[in-house]
């Protein structure tokens, strides 16, 4: 009669996990220096500009509505 297999333990599944977590991040291409500069002022200015963007829309939705209140009211 064969033996069923045992299911994995919470703690091999971590382990596993870990390993093939380890595994991957050695793949990974990391940037140098001046690359790591470039994309984070790419992302501060693209940040800065969707805010100034959000901001200014802000604005006129608002100017719109309270001059339509004005108008309805």
Known sequence: MATAPSKPTLLNKLNKFIREVRSEMRKVSWPNRKELITY????????????LFTSVTDVIITWVLNLLARLGG
């Open 40 to 51: 984070t002022i790419v992302v501060i200015i693209t940040v800065v500009i969707v805010a």
